[in-house]
């Protein structure tokens, strides 16, 4: 009896929360835990859950077949039915699906695990186990332990485990499950590949006792001469010095922390070389502690609507955009890393883009700070997508909750400059009070970027209509359409009419069609290269003309894996409206979309 209540306590699990986001973390003091996992695939997690179907990991009694204890028996009569260090291995990051033949279609729970040791650099200092992103749902356990639970597929989080980690042989074991669901965010349908996997970088961040956790640093809203934003320290208190420099700008400035430990500040400046796609101009900035100095590098920009104009640094801009799915088509694989950016910002150059959609939901960090460096314009989204669960309220705050994330690691890029609450959702009165939400949340991080959503357009009595409410609280009424795809008449589309019901800036959010690469005919033989470009050429005479227009983004810049893509010999598990194969070959509409951008950005100078 002695020992059951010693063996019950031993694994009582520490339940712990998400905790408070680090951001930044590519200039932290890192340890990187990509690399090889091991891995187990267990569809009717068993390793989770008992024969009646209860957690194990909520209950007092615990149980050595819960996986996350890794357990190791040198008791040959004990009964133990799995063996991470037997079993095979992933490449993190990366998704499952394109590492395994057998797994390209799973959808479901596998756990992985990996042994590591650990030395601090000081022995006051904290430590934390940082995901880049994990899709969908993550159970993470250190050492047997139980550190929280994170939903959302493209957003970052940690968890601190100063206290549980030890010297060596500490292991980390993700319940990683990707089932979809319909109250998810997003839910069941979408039209992309829906890899599972820890399928961004795992890091293990040092920080000492009061670190710098969050800090805004940004041209203050409407002020072009000002930075103002705020430092946030991890267990700070009132009257900690709080440093800003900006060596290039000669601002060195001090401020002194609130009892929650953050300062707001000001600073006011001039002659700054203000970030833009012609000219990306980054400042190091260096955030400093009497424990740390943390550095950044920041640009500054201007972004503001006035009537139909977007105006960057004050001057009138079009949008010369693409859109991009996070993917590395050639490898048929979610893109990760520096490299996968390049290339993807690299074709959007060579487009003509001085602007990308990421599409459906938020990008890892590289593609971001990629942009930042080249200059190129960014629209972020979260998978609101389609037909969510708008009267949830648990869909709501999950929501939020990656828009938050999204906005928390991303705000002190320059590149962005939309939030994007949302793609193609049916208004009704519950979407409408689900996205003000997001709206409202979004303006409560952050009031500098514009608001925008992909909106729908109808027709009626010979006009094409945008009329959604939600436009009245965007800054940017953004739509797709696929006039000459999915309904309307390409010889027409040129002298379709529009009735835009706001006097805002006008952006095509997405328009196109499919093609197979290679595959020739005449401009009426769907599915061919000639098709496409057709399309691209009617649709751009048609845009060119929708009052108020300042932007496009054509879907999409690569063919990309989608499960509803099912047509024999054509779309073979790939939506094909790419304007590039999946093996980087442009097909025809692409230099019909470049000699587009061409004429814009003459009329634009
Ligand atoms: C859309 C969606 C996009 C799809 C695309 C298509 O309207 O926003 O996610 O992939 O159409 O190809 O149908």
Known sequence: MKHLIIKILLFIPFIAISQELLINTSNRNTTSLNGTWNYIVDPYETGYYNYRYEPYDQQLQNNNAAFYNNYHTTNKLELVEYDFDKSLTLTVPGDWNSQYEKLFYYEGTIWYKRSFDYTFSNENNRLFVYFGAINYKAEVYLNGKKLGTHEGGFTPFNFEVTEIVKPTNNYLVVKVDNKRYKEAIPTINTDWWNYGGITRDVKLIEEPKTFIQDYKVQLKKGASKIISGYVKLNNGFANEEVTISVPELKINKSFITDEKGTIQFEINTKNISYWSPESPKLYDVFIKTTQQSLKDEIGFRTIETVGPDILLNGKSIFLRGISIHEENAMRGARAYNDADALVALNWAKELGCNYVRLAHYPHNEHIVKLADKMGMMVWEEIPVYWTVDFANEKTLNNAKNQLGEAITRDKNRAAIIIWSMANETPPSDVRNTFLK??????????????????????????????????????????????????????????????????????????????????LHGTKNERWTEEYQEYLYEQNLKMIEKIPNIRGTSPWILNDFRSPKRVLPGIQDGWNRKGLISNHGIKKKAFFTMQNFYKKIELQYQ
Do not use: C, M
């Not at 992909?454 to 006009?463: C, I, P, R, S």
């Open 437 to 518: 939400n997001l709206i409202n949340h979004s303006k409560s991080l952050d009031d500098t970027r514009l608001l925008s959503a992909a909106l729908e357009k109808h027709y009626k009595d010979g006009f094409n209509i945008v009329d959604d409410e939600i436009g009245n609280y965007l800054d940017i009424v953004a739509f797709n359409q696929y006039t000459g795809w999915y309904g309307g008449s390409l010889e027409d589309a040129p002298n379709a009419k529009w009735n835009i019901k706001f006097n805002k800036p006008v952006v095509v959010s997405e328009f196109g069609g499919g093609a197979l690469q290679g």
